[in-house]
């Protein structure tokens, strides 16, 4: 097994947090997983920066189907809503 989780906290409050983990897991019958995810949490929120963030995101992930982006974004959406305040950390990202 294997890991990294890495959290951006840049001295600048107009650019984003940025967190992300991966990891890769082997078993010895040769069964293995790779996921992880990132997300970002900017303090003050440019459309812009969320536009390219995401769109980044986006078109690698279309590259394996048009259904993946959809998908990889509610997992971490709905990972990141606070329910009883009804937002969510952050502005999102993707979940593997």
């Known amino acids: ?13 107009h650019c984003p947090t940025m967190h992300f983990n991966y990891r890769y897991f082997e078993t010895q019958n040769g069964v293995w997983w790779f996921g992880g995810g990132t997300d970002i949490t900017p303090c003050y929120v440019d459309a812009a920066d969320m536009k390219h963030f995401h769109g980044t995101y986006k078109d690698v992930c279309d590259k394996y189907g048009d259904h993946l982006f959809p998908e990889l974004k509610k997992w971490a959406d709905d990972y990141f809503l606070i329910a009883h ?12």
């Open 85 to 96: 305040r009804g937002e969510t950390r952050g502005m999102g990202g993707i979940f593997f």
């Open 1 to 13: 097994a294997a890991g990294i989780s890495s959290v951006m906290h840049p001295r600048n409050p």
